[in-house]
């Protein structure tokens, strides 16, 4: 069971790692990026649809890896606060460019996984930063059944 709620959880954060690149840091520029959440913040409704379902979906990965409620309680105010400002026209779509809710939400999530299971294979990693939107990829390094029954690695 805990090698289960390990490769869940190891999944939960690459698929958080994917969701914060898309949406903060698809074009990267030093310290600040610009994603999907960026570019979409001035285009009416979507900004704020794309923001809430963005944030929705790293909210149910960190229910589904069993994230401590703190750490639930903080990504939910990242999520309202991010998708709430994009709702105010210019200032808040202003605001909202330069907001990382996703960012920090996606972070909350991670380091509480690599708390209680420590962080995934570097491998995965790297491959979750070059492929933001393989969001359904297997993980790399997981070990799978083979034809036969026994477990194989991926390389």
Known sequence: MA????HIAHRA????ERIKI????????GPFGVGLDGA?????????????VAGLWLLAEAVRAGARPWTLTRMGAYVLFNTASAEIPIIGQTFDFFFRG???????L??????????????AIADARRRPFALLSPVAG????????APQADF
């Open 3 to 6: 090698q289960a709620s390990s």
């Open 13 to 16: 954060w690459l698929s958080a």
């Open 22 to 29: 898309a949406s903060d840091r698809l074009i990267a520029i």
């Open 40 to 52: 979409l913040a001035f285009v009416p409704v979507a900004g704020g649809v794309y923001s809430l």
């Open 102 to 108: 996703h960012l920090m939400a996606a972070n909350a």
């Open 110 to 123: 991670q380091k509480d996984i690599a708390t209680r299971h420590g962080a995934p294979h570097e491998a």
């Open 142 to 149: 997981a070990p799978r059944p083979s034809p036969q029954g």
